[in-house]
Every structure is written in structure tokens, then in C-alpha cells.
């Protein structure tokens, strides 16, 4: 079909996790703090852009939990510092629908179990400073900035050890 977007696929996200933190609120769906203890960003073989690197000190995803309980609203910040030395500031929003086995690995409840693609998505919007979602002076990542990029993803458990998030990005073209 003409002109619909099409997914190019650029790089692969997994983000180990701490258990939340919970600060409520009096006029809002209690707010959840994971921090984001380490990472790393690799490019698939044919991405359109060569970003590959690991996180750097403590990122957070600030979550809220829908009024229902069935999805969890996302919103991450961290920092990847490339192989080639450059430092990239990430961030990106998205839905995650909360299911028994996503429930069992958040409150470390579950056995080992990864959970099937499809049921959390984010969108990132590279953005210069003044728009505020990825900011980089390195000109040979410009194209995070001038990109949309959205990825589907999941979770990573192994019994006694930190949930990894791991999710497919892709670059959105027509």
C-alpha cells in the first residue's frame, strides 16, 4: 500500500531493572521509579544508522499504572555512551499491558520467563535539546535526532537475577 510508514529495523534496547520505587500522590495514579542500572544499545546488521553502546550511571523509567490496572504508562530517561566515546541522552514513552507473568517477574514472585513480544510498545522521537527527547553534539548520530522510532518489546527473567527489558527499535519511513 502507497505511502503507509514502514519499519526499518536499526537497534536492539535491553535495560536491566531495579525494583520500583513507590511515591503516591494525592491527586494522581501512584508513580512507580525503576531505575535502569545498566544497558546496552546495539545496531542490527543492516540498520540505517550505527549506534551501538552501553548505559551509563542510573536511568529511570517513571511509570504509571492505568486507573484499571491493565497497562503501565511509561516514560524513560538514561544515558548510552557509545563505543566510539560520544554520550546520547534517551528517552522514550510507551504502553506496557500488565499480565500475570509480567506481574510475577515485577514483584519477583515469578520463576524464570521471558514474555512473548506484543504486549509493550514505546515510541522515541529523536529531538535537538529544544524539543527535548535525545540530545547528542555528535553529528554522526544527527539522525537520532531527525528520525522517528518506535520498537515493540519484552521481558527477560532469570530466577534471582535483575529483569531485563529488551526492545526491537525501528526507523519509521514511508
Known sequence: MANFPRLQPAFTIQVKIDPPTAVDSASRNKLMVVPMTSGTVKSEADSPLAFNGEFTGTGNDYIRMDPD?????????????????SSVYLNYTGIV??????????????ESVTTPFGKSFIHV?????????????DAKYAELENRVWVGAGHFIYEKG????????VSKVGV
Open 97 to 110: 499491558e500488565m499480565t500475570p507473568e509480567l506481574a510475577g517477574i515485577l514483584s519477583d514472585e515469578s
Open 161 to 168: 537475577q535483575q529483569p531485563i527489558v529488551e526492545y526491537k
Open 69 to 85: 490496572g491493565k497497562r503501565m504508562r511509561l516514560d524513560a530517561h538514561g544515558v548510552i555512551q557509545t563505543v566510539d566515546g
Open 125 to 137: 522521537t529523536f529531538q535537538s535539546l529544544v524539543g527535548g527527547k535525545i540530545q547528542t553534539g
